[in-house]
């Protein structure tokens, strides 16, 4: 019975066996358009059997799976596992229903591997082909090359990477001859959109302080316009000044005092008042007196610390515990 269910029918009753509060979490990631048809099969769906529930419960697993083993060692490494784990007929059902969507994805290996041994590969690209493979990966890998590039090439990346729009699949296909040694399988008319403002953003946030004042200085001079629409999304550590007094109260709970002093190093005297005023005269005496007893602090520790402590600020408006206003007129709701 349950074989005979189409895609969206499947995925209602996937939302209705995980429940309303990790389904919402799930929603959020879809488009409107996505979220009107999957409502709609949602109440549509009747009395949903034991056996349809565990079947679709079980396929979604099994996919996920199938990804997970992608991702470590491309097609035929998930193969060999899902034959060994489901049987040979299971496995090609399941790698068939990838392949399709997988084919589609440029740079499949470029992904799996380690950014420091991708830098090797690339240091001496053309800056427009270094964006457009960072477009393709992950944020943190993107970062981690960018971090890596030359200062005085960096800036220029970043603003390559804002600016792309859309890449035919034949410069794709000419890149991956070179990076991978194969050719990917796109479509002849089809166009993959790469890059924008979001794209450089993702990378810089992840990437460390240093990085990201030499592009944003050098964006600045070159492109105010689009540093200005890049800081619009980003958020610094000197950006806490745009917390209200509750937002950084939640950040002091989850702050090491020790990142929160050496952060506060390199900060600006508007930051440390900010932090300071939501803080007990007791706390804010001892978070002075660890300073004073730190002494000189190297500028690589400074920018970890200021770094980690924007990652728990991130994190808390990921969560939806605090939500920061990037410019307009719209305020922070906790």
């Known amino acids: 019975m349950a074989l005979a269910?189409?895609?969206?029918?499947?995925?209602?009753?996937?939302?209705?066996?995980?429940?309303?509060?990790?389904?919402?979490?799930?929603?959020?990631?879809?488009?409107?358009?996505?979220?009107?048809?999957?409502?709609?099969?949602?109440?549509n769906v009747g009395k949903i059997s034991p056996e349809q529930r565990d079947y679709v419960v079980e396929e979604f697993h099994q996919m996920c799976m199938a990804n997970d083993y992608i991702s470590q060692g491309g097609i035929e490494y998930a193969r060999e596992v899902l034959e060994r784990a489901l049987g040979e007929t299971r496995a090609f059902e399941i790698i068939s229903r990838?392949?399709?969507?997988?084919?589609?994805?440029?740079?499949?290996?470029?992904?799996?591997?380690?950014?420091?041994?991708?830098?090797?590969?690339?240091?001496?690209?053309?800056?427009?082909?270094?964006?457009?493979?960072?477009?393709?990966?992950?944020?943190?890998?993107?970062?981690?090359l960018l971090a890596s590039?030359?200062?005085?090439?960096?800036?220029d990346v970043a603003k390559r990477i804002a600016t792309m729009g859309r890449t035919s699949p034949e410069v794709l296909k000419e890149i991956e001859k070179v990076l991978e040694?194969?050719?990917?399988?796109?479509?002849?008319?089809?166009?993959?959109?790469?890059?924008?403002?979001?794209?450089?953003?993702d990378v810089l946030n992840r990437t460390d302080p240093g990085t990201v004042k030499v592009v944003?200085?050098?964006?600045?001079?070159?492109?105010?316009?689009?540093?200005?629409?890049?800081?619009?999304?980003?958020?610094?550590f000197e950006d806490i000044v745009m917390l209200d007094d509750r937002g950084i109260q939640l950040v002091l709970r989850?702050?090491?005092?020790?990142?929160?002093?050496?952060?506060?190093?390199?900060?600006?005297?508007?930051?440390?008042?900010?932090?300071?005023?939501?803080?007990?005269?007791?706390?804010?005496?001892?978070?002075?007196?660890d300073m004073e007893f730190m002494g000189p602090v190297r500028l690589r520790d400074v920018e970890e610390a200021q770094q980690r402590i924007v990652k728990v600020i991130r994190k808390l408006e990921e969560s939806g515990a605090i939500v920061i206003s990037r410019g307009g007129s719209d305020e922070i709701i906790y």
Do not use: C, W
């Open 98 to 144: 990838l392949s399709s969507s997988l084919k589609m994805r440029p740079f499949d290996l470029v992904r799996r591997t380690d950014p420091k041994q991708l830098f090797s590969f690339i240091q001496g690209e053309h800056p427009q082909t270094i964006a457009l493979i960072m477009t393709h990966l992950p944020a943190d890998k993107a970062a981690t």
């Open 254 to 289: 989850e702050v090491e005092t020790k990142d929160l002093g050496l952060a506060l190093k390199g900060s600006n005297p508007e930051v440390a008042q900010k932090i300071t005023a939501n803080m007990s005269s007791r706390a804010a005496q001892m978070l002075k007196d």
């Open 216 to 236: 944003m200085d050098t964006l600045e001079m070159d492109d105010p316009e689009l540093a200005e629409q890049i800081k619009r999304q980003m958020f610094v």
């Open 5 to 43: 269910l189409s895609g969206i029918q499947k995925a209602a009753i996937l939302m209705i066996a995980l429940g309303a509060e990790n389904s919402a979490q799930v929603v959020k990631h879809l488009a409107e358009g996505e979220i009107e048809q999957l409502t709609l099969e949602m109440s």
């Open 181 to 201: 040694r194969k050719i990917s399988s796109l479509a002849p008319t089809d166009y993959t959109t790469s890059g924008g403002i979001q794209s450089i953003v």
């Open 149 to 155: 590039i030359s200062p005085e090439r960096q800036a």
